[in-house]
């Protein structure tokens, strides 16, 4: 395929996002970022000493919105919060990467990041509540919807304080995937195959 975009995958907890993203990467033959990100951002910032449960930490404190609030761009005003910095210094890594080359970036709001990089392709990954559960039983180490559910949040409010835009909301992507009508393998060669019909 040529022309192979940069592709961003944001996910459901327990839809199998995470492993959709290796299949894409792998059948496309490029790199996939996930957590290296965040590394790279606290490297940048002077935290690399911080363990991933820190980082973790970092990423889940979200302030609420205050009235006057203005997303991405206001961040540049004051830096004084570590998670500010990150997302900031994070965003700087993505798109950085995204100039490189082809390549899948796992979350870390990178559909918001890479907002106006011609060459991009968005997905949003999601599941059925029964899929899910299933899921965390056999793949997360028994937890529960509820706990599913409870790290979705943690996601909805980093993404949602950092774009201003609601995470999940099918308009913010250019294509939204139910993983629970196939097997995972069958549905990233139906997103590769899709991506060459809007991108080839």
Known sequence: MS???VITISRQYGAGGREIAGLVA??????????QIVHIAAA??????LSENDLLELENYVKPLSMNFLPFRSFGMNMSDSSQKIFMTESAA???LAQDGPCVILGRSADYVLRKFEN?????????????EARGKEVY???TLKELDQEDKKRARYYNYYTGQNWGEGQNYDLVVNTSRD?????????IDYIKVVKG
């Open 3 to 5: 022309g192979i975009p």
């Open 26 to 35: 792998e059948k496309l033959g490029i790199k996939l970022y996930d957590r």
């Open 44 to 49: 940048k910032i002077g935290l690399d000493d």
């Open 94 to 96: 993505i798109r950085k």
């Open 120 to 132: 991009k392709f968005s997905i949003f990954i999601c599941a059925d509540d029964e899929f899910r």
């Open 141 to 143: 180490g028994g937890k």
């Open 183 to 191: 097997s995972l393998d069958k549905i990233a060669d139906a997103i």
